[in-house]
């Protein structure tokens, strides 16, 4: 029994298929996860910044 040609292109097919869903998924975790950092970065910075205008607040305040 002999397989068909076109079976082994459409194997090969899903194959390369399925490696470019894991990269472009791992890419695009890489991402999601630098631009959560990035964010978070950002929170803490404005946080500092209320938590220095408290602090000069009590300092003028007493």
């Given at each position: 029994?002999?397989?068909?040609?076109?079976?082994?292109?459409?194997?090969?097919?899903?194959?390369?298929?399925?490696?470019?869903?894991?990269?472009?998924?791992?890419?695009?975790?890489?991402?999601?996860?630098?631009?959560?950092?990035?964010?978070?970065?950002?929170?803490?910075?404005r946080l500092e910044r209320?938590?220095?205008?408290?602090?000069?607040?009590?300092?003028?305040?007493?």
């Amino acid at each position: 029994m002999t397989i068909p040609i076109w079976i082994y292109a459409v194997v090969v097919g899903i194959v390369i298929s399925a490696l470019m869903a894991i990269k472009t998924g791992r890419e695009e975790r890489k991402l999601e996860l630098e631009s959560i950092e990035q964010e978070g970065e950002i929170y803490i910075k404005r946080l500092e910044r209320e938590r220095e205008l408290r602090d000069d607040l009590k300092a003028t305040g007493e």
